[in-house]
């Protein structure tokens, strides 16, 4: 079906960038929305970023909206998210997620049917 694995997660500083990077295998064809999300400790899972594929239209969450980026790359099909001004509360496990379908509700992750494994983020200050 489809596989999706990230990387970059680690520590920044709060202020500082970080950039992770999330590439799908298998039925890539059938993706109409990948994109990211994050769940805090003790927190629900939430949406942050989603790219719709077909005209690359991104969605944002409001609280990090101007300060990260969705950028999908060519070749192997992968969606990076370029967190730069990074914020305490940002921190968490981000995971990479993809959709057969398009539709509004992009930041719901109960909507997402494929999954990656996640990869940790921690911010210091």
């Known amino acids: 079906q489809i596989n999706l694995e990230e990387t970059g997660g680690g520590s920044v500083e709060a202020g500082g960038s970080l950039r992770l990077s999330c590439s799908a295998s298998?039925?890539?064809?059938?993706?109409?929305?990948m994109g990211w999300f994050r769940q805090a400790p003790e927190k629900e899972r939430e949406g942050v970023a989603v790219?719709?594929?077909?005209?690359?239209?991104?969605t944002y969450a409001d609280s990090v909206k101007g300060r990260f980026t969705i950028i999908q790359r060519g070749g192997w099909y992968t969606v990076d998210l370029q967190m730069d001004n990074v914020k305490p509360e940002d921190a968490g496990v981000y995971y990479c997620a993809a959709d057969r379908r398009r539709h509004s509700r992009r930041l719901d992750p109960s909507e997402y049917q494929f999954w990656g494994q996640g990869t940790q983020v921690t911010v210091s200050s």
């Open positions: 790219v719709y594929t077909g005209d690359h239209t991104p």
């Open positions: 298998g039925d890539t064809y059938a993706i109409n929305l």
